[in-house]
């Protein structure tokens, strides 16, 4: 069981820059890979951003390569997002999730992932 607390989502104008965290707590040991997803208003669940905790090799979405940036402290077994030029269709609830290990399904699938969190506000106003 993994339990994991995503921190750092608040309101932002366009342009400016916020900084996720993902705290996962309990047993984490075996888990490959963690993602961030989001979910704006009126849409469907999108994957964001995923990195690996073995070597730390970073996924992006087409929409947040360049602006984002994935990645890890593995001693404190917390990821984190930083989110640079920010824009208005940046705005949803963004989660992290963690898998049980590796497999074989793509860290782009959210159905990869066994634990979610709950999810933090990301807000950007133009």
């Known amino acids: 069981q993994v339990q994991l607390v995503e921190s750092g989502g608040g309101l932002v104008q366009a342009g400016g820059s916020l900084r996720l965290s993902c705290a996962a707590s309990?047993?984490?040991?075996?888990?490959?890979?963690m993602g961030w997803f989001r979910q704006g208003p009126g849409k469907e669940r999108e994957f964001v951003a995923a990195?690996?905790?073995?070597?730390?090799?970073?996924y992006y979405a087409d929409s947040v390569k360049g602006r984002f940036t994935i990645s890890r402290d593995n001693a404190k077994n917390t990821v984190y997002l930083q989110m640079n030029s920010l824009k208005p269709e940046d705005t949803a609830v963004y989660f992290c999730?963690?898998?049980?290990?590796?497999?074989?399904?793509?860290?782009?699938?959210?159905?990869?992932?066994?634990?979610w969190g709950q999810g933090t506000q990301v807000n950007v106003s133009s």
């Open positions: 999730a963690a898998d049980k290990g590796n497999r074989r399904i793509g860290v782009r699938s959210t159905s990869r992932y066994d634990y």
């Open positions: 309990g047993r984490t040991f075996s888990s490959y890979a």
């Open positions: 990195i690996t905790w073995s070597i730390g090799t970073t």
